[in-house]
């Protein structure tokens, strides 16, 4: 009986291995399909099809953490030679559209103190900006977000503050069922890197050269090797690569 038991387990694991590998497939050839110069046209079909190696993606993504805990991803734009400065980044409508996708894949953002205020100062009503960038507005919005601060002493805009032991506080976060985090930021990211708890990087890499810094992940005090599992390409050149540790 304990054999048969131990014939089922294995066959099961295998099945489901089997079973993501192919969706990892799928996923690979819809996003090379969006990818390929006649469907950068900003048409319906190259938006669906974005659309669904995206949904496809983030359903893998969650059956591969279901019985974990939920995901921590960090994504963040930078120019080509590395700078994360947002001031040097060029903002326009399909990136907006893909950030707010990551929000909707997301239960909560996590922030530093830096980067909280940053971004209510620039997204909190009443500020003006381009229609285009009103769906982006509304969900960071409705978002429910964690704030790691030992100064503030209080937060709003649906935020919570985050005190104490930094590595104990997260993981306590990432038991939680749901979806997954979301992490923004420079400062912030590099100490969870630091402390191994970031499951998926994306890096927006924008055809720019800014000739100055700031850089990602400056002092980190050992590299961490990582692996691509999917990259975006956007009409403007803009490609978003998405890399997972490797454990």
Not at 213 to 236: M, N
Request: charged share 25%; aromatic share 6%.
């Amino acid at each position: 009986m304990g054999e048969q038991v131990e014939e089922d387990r294995a066959h099961d694991a295998s099945e489901a291995s089997a079973a993501a590998a192919r969706t990892e497939d799928r996923v690979a050839a819809l996003t090379q399909l969006v990818n390929q110069s006649h469907l950068k046209q900003g048409t319906e079909e190259s938006g669906a099809l974005e659309n669904i190696a995206i949904t496809s993606r983030n359903r893998l993504l969650h059956r591969r953490y279901s019985c974990e805990m939920r995901p921590l991803r960090y994504s963040i734009n930078i120019t080509l030679d590395g700078c994360c400065d947002h001031r040097a980044i060029p903002a326009d409508e399909d990136l907006h559209r893909h950030a707010a996708e990551n929000l909707n894949q997301a239960d909560a953002l996590l922030f530093g103190r830096v980067t909280y205020k940053m971004m209510e100062s620039a997204w909190r009503p009443p500020a003006p900006r381009p229609d285009w960038m009103e769906p982006f507005a509304q969900t960071i919005n409705a978002a429910k977000k964690y704030v790691v601060s030992s100064t503030l002493e209080q937060v709003d805009w649906n935020a919570e503050l985050v005190r104490g032991d930094l590595g104990q506080a997260v993981r306590q976060l990432k038991r939680e069922s749901g979806k997954g985090l979301l992490v923004g930021g420079v400062k912030l990211p590099l100490a969870l890197t630091e402390l191994g708890l970031i499951d998926e990087y994306e890096l927006v890499v924008h055809p720019r050269l800014a000739g100055h810094g700031p850089t990602l992940f400056a002092g980190l005090s050992k590299h961490v090797d990582l692996k691509l599992v999917s990259r975006l390409e956007f009409g403007s050149g803009v490609v978003a690569m998405r890399y997972e540790p490797r454990r």
